[in-house]
């Protein structure tokens, strides 16, 4: 044989292999990031300096008689944070298989009182609505107060003033209806709330009264079967961002049957009711990023922590902390893949992880129709409250494109810092696309249009971003992240 010919024979070869490459389809470059140290990512928003701080003032409990024309009463001044504080009688463990009572005089002062009376879990306490509890809300406005009534399994899942709340009146310019309110003052209003648990076919109904008003809240269908634990009864502050407070007094006071003598002090367990402190976790201030934290089950070094909802009217109320990418586009497939905890979920809150546009997904807007930022892609954590927290895909291109997966097949996600592995694939097809979430070793598939794939938008940023709506926060860690940073 010939050196020429074993040459050709050579180069032949070479070139089929260099014709079999250039066939096959060009793979993304991924990254990995441990956050072992500080990665240095981009951050806009998303640690504000200065931070403001508010004061939290709890000084609720028992409080014998000041002067001839007052009583001995539970109550005091409570304040929403979110740092839990209650004074509240123990009880042994209930359940949603039982009955439950209470009853008594409610007096409310003017002011901005926002509280929860009624049965929780002293040991499962987390933002709100916070789960194992069967409650009314009181939350003052001025010379009213308004009252709800609410409850949350044990799996968070929440309902209230359904089929009917307190009574209502119509305004004559809108023609909405609102909440008539009771007025505050000097005037002690009687209630009572009874939960039946074989009223609502065997659902479960809590009904309350108030001031000659009643309300009724059925459990929806399922919620029973969730399950919910109490071992306390009493006044629970509003677990979430700090707000105003204001005073709430309870002159009489009857639980399960049984009157609480106030003649004298009864006792009741308090947590963090007498006490003053700052707190930084002030709406819609967030604190994410780079976390020294080990909460996702990953080594120490993490991304996330206090992420609220943004409002895209205002540019520094939009906040986000990402990687800088080589400019991806939907033509081509995307990438990401690692571990998440939510440790705390309030209600009426999201938050977003996965590819965005610096500008475009930061850009300002008059109107608030839309809560997913454009030329987004990646994963949402929200509600709603009566199905808890769920874990999903969505994306926005621009106004014409958006889209996210039904609730009903999502994932769910419990606000109990547990640690899930979930990965997130998007790929191009001649039909339009599709988006393949992986949460814990299930799969669901969101379908995308050709005009995804055939769009212009362009994602020049991975990691955490705001909402263009706003709303209450979330705690979220994420770690071991893989994702595509070049197509």
Known sequence: MSLRFVCTLLGLALSAIVVAKQSEPPQPTLKTEHFDNDPQWEGVNNRPKPNKTRKIRQDFGFRPATAPNTQNAIGGYITPSSTPAYYAKPL???TLNQPLTASGTLLVPNGKAHLLLGFFNSKTLNEWRTPNSIALRIQGRGNVFFAYVEYCTQKWRAGADSPGGFATIKDDITGRSHLKGFPCGDTAYPWTLRYDPDANGGNGSITVTLGGETAQCYLTPGHKMDGATFDHFGLLNIMKSADSGGEAWLPNISVEGKAEDLSKNPQWEGLGNRTEYPTTDVRPQGDFGYSPTAFAGGNRGELGGLIFR?????????????????????DKPLLVSGKVSLRRGVSDSTTLIGFYHSKESMATNDSQKYALPNCFLGIAIEGPSRDGFYFYPAYRIDESV??????????????????????LTYTPTAEGGEVVLTFDGKSVTLKT?????????TFDRFGIITTWIDGNGQRV???????????
């Open 92 to 94: 042994p463990l209930r």
């Open 310 to 330: 943004g409002d895209c009217r205002y540019p520094n109320k939009m906040a986000c902390y990402g990687d800088r990418l080589s400019p991806l586009t939907l």
């Open 402 to 423: 958006t889209e996210s997966t039904p609730y009903r097949i999502a994932p769910r996600i419990l606000p109990d810092g547990t640690t899930h592995n979930w990965s």
């Open 449 to 457: 249009p050709q005009s995804v794939t055939q769009s212009k938008a």
């Open 477 to 487: 860690y994420y770690d071991d992240l893989t994702y595509t940073v070049r197509q």
